[in-house]
């Protein structure tokens, strides 16, 4: 099973940026990636999803002209720019991976994830 670990969470003000980065122990050419979010009580949700090629994203609304998801598919990594970030941000964030035979195809649902990373804590101060 592919390994994920992610990184670059922090304290940040509000408008404020933070930059998350998952490294993963696969090949990720291979994935269909995405970042979820947990805050405390609520259920885990999507933030952004992004195809093999890269050439096809997708966001949930809250986030949507704020984040911006990437990857380098050489250095098997996957990226969350997050700006103008806002005190309902504040959550453990997930990188999430799965294998998919289309170049093309980007997963939005929790459960079409197979592997998981440990989360990386995000807190926006109002």
């Known amino acids: 099973q592919v390994q994920l670990v992610e990184s670059g969470g922090g304290l940040v003000q509000a408008g404020g940026s933070l930059s998350l980065s998952c490294v993963s122990s696969?090949?990720?050419?291979?994935?269909?990636m995405g970042w979820f979010r947990q805050a405390p009580g609520r259920e885990r949700e999507l933030v952004a999803a992004i195809s093999r090629s890269g050439a096809t994203t997708n966001y949930s609304d809250s986030v949507k002209g704020r984040f911006t998801i990437s990857r380098d598919t050489a250095k098997n990594m996957l990226y969350l720019q997050m700006n103008n970030l806002k005190p309902e941000d504040t959550a453990v964030y997930y990188c999430?991976?799965?294998?998919?035979?289309?170049?093309?195809?980007?997963?939005?649902?929790?459960?079409?994830?197979?592997?998981w990373g440990q989360g990386t804590q995000v807190t926006v101060s109002s």
């Open positions: 999430a991976a799965n294998v998919v035979a289309h170049i093309a195809l980007v997963l939005t649902k929790l459960e079409q994830y197979f592997s």
């Open positions: 696969g090949r990720t050419f291979t994935f269909a």
